[in-house]
């Protein structure tokens, strides 16, 4: 099975500050790799998809990179509603899995 | 515009069988570009994907439940559901329903059900 980690596993930034969060995988996963920002008693809202392209509607201060085993999901310039918790989700195979978080706070 | 409502016990008793629905209105569960799967939170914890199926009754499941899990599609009701056996304590979840996009990318998610599982 494909693992993912993430790191960091929360973080505190100023607003207007830029924010990078990376993801990893256990083996090559291609670009099969979206990014997730889930805010408290919400359902998870896809933000990337296949790595680096913006769903629509998506702000554009939100952006990732990133092929292989090596992800960047990046906030240009975070924002008081940015606080949630992000995570990445990877496809391989006929399974999904998704990284363990990274939970984004306002300093 | 597209939506999905999960819907079922919100209490399950230890050993027995946890069954939700998903109704999707605003689209047809029988387009061909899309899966549709069951994904949980544990409270306080990360996501879990449970298994897809397409709208033929495909499916796909995770390893780590796949002998618990039967998820099934009826598209005259536009409705597809999940059956997970023998639950316990460890079970307890919200549970998610998603529409996936190109069977990889949970694109559209409903609201999810808090299942409990306790006696």
Redesign the interface.
Known sequence: ?IQMTQSPSSLSASVGDRVTITCQASQDISN?L?WYQQKPG?????LI??ASNL?TGVPSRFSGSGSGTDFTFTISSLQPEDIATY?C?Q?DN????????TKVDIK | QLQLQESGPGLVKPSETLSLTCTVSGGSISSSSYYW?WIRQPPGK????IG?IYYSGST?Y??SLKSRVTISVDTSKNQFSLKLSSVTAADTAVY?CARL?A?????Y????TLVTVSS
């Open positions: 099975d099969y979206n919400k359902a998870p809202k896809l998809y296949d769903e995570y989700q496809y006929l399974r999904i899995t998704f990284g363990p978080g | 799967g990360g996501l879990e994907w897809s796909y995770n390893p998610y996009e069977v990889t990318t949970p694109d998610w409903g609201q999810g």
